[in-house]
């Protein structure tokens, strides 16, 4: 039987090490983390799939109840303890459907809770959709769509991961402004067994909660990207994110065929040019020829504009099927996007690409049957935390 991974919550050094030996000793769990701090904990929850948690509620009862009861469904087995058993704290424990409350933190019975929790994974019935980003040649503008669908899908709820999987010196991390410690090439030098919580540690995450996996900056890390690991590093990222967007190399190899392989759904995006269109008929041939179903290929004309050299016809009579999603040209917007590293919903001029990032979100969603959160302003519903946190505060 695979063991259950948890966090554990207590502001006291003390009590977070006797829960984590209590728990350890059950040789059920396996302890992900622990966390001082509230946020960080409520964060980590946010961002990473976990079967269970354990609150110590000695300090900022409330607050911490309140973090729990605005966790999406399915939560994680939720296990309390306190020094004292007031009986409001048992209360708002039943509410919140808390398998267990230890008094004093004694764990005492704690492995029949753990025999009748049940592993996040197997409440979902498939792992999270991949979608893969590749331009039909390089300059038609994909890293950007990826890098803002990314953001587009994270700002719903959905957790939402950014790959990078260049072998020339990708940009998803330029674009995003980020200078990671780590990238793909460190999760290939690995030795031995890859795991989550090292996965986790190589991902940075940019501030509007996108979560990448940068390309390697150095050219002596990019020849070693390899297939072998890339099937791994996918299923972990599958148990962790909602959903998976891959920057994928046009150029195609053994690297990013895989990738494509592996992928839900593929978007081939390209420019309204005869050139740039006469590369994407020949991918998504080639796509289709190794064994994609056509229906999970998608064409995305970017840099639309009724200046450009071929009509929106003429586009689709060139490459012998129809759009999918079309994105407007806006140069301006553009060049300031990736020369000052910032992102479209901080541009009032961006409003018109970002609302068509947005109708390519909602199509994308479609085709992978992903179903949007009920809360789909995480924004607004952390504002809502806020306040009750601090009218708890001066109460």
Known sequence: ??????LVYSKSPET??????????????????TFTDLNSMSEALRLRRVDGIYLDLDEEPDETLASVASLAEPRPTILLGARDSDAGLLLSAM?????????????????????????????????????????????VGATTIACELGVSLQETGLRTIVCDLSRRLGDVALYFDLRPRYDMSDIVRREGELDAVFVDAVVAKHESQVSVLAAPTKLEDVTQLKSA?????????QDEYDVIILDVPWDFDEFSLRALDMSNEILIITNADVTSLTHA?????????????????????????????????????????DLDATIPDQPEVARKCTDEGVILRDLKEGRIMREAIVELRDRACEWCDLELPEQAEPTSRRKLIQKLRKAIRRN
């Open 229 to 237: 690991k890339l099937d791994r590093v996918l299923k972990l990222l």
């Open 281 to 321: 008929r020949t991918r998504r041939q080639m796509i289709e020829r190794f064994g994609a179903l056509p229906e999970r290929v998608h064409v995305v004309l970017n840099r639309a504009s009724a200046e450009q050299s071929l009509a929106e016809k003429q586009v689709v009579e060139f490459l012998e099927r």
């Open 95 to 139: 509410r919140i459907g808390a398998k267990d409350f230890f008094i004093d933190h004694r764990l005492t019975g704690v492995q029949k809770s753990l025999q009748s929790a049940q592993p996040m994974r197997q409440h979902s019935e498939r792992a999270a959709p991949t979608l893969a980003i590749v331009g039909a040649k390089g300059g």
């Open 16 to 33: 977070r090490t006797s829960i984590v030996e209590q728990l350890l000793t059950t040789d059920q769990v396996v302890v992900n983390a």
């Open 1 to 6: 039987m695979d063991k259950l991974t948890f």
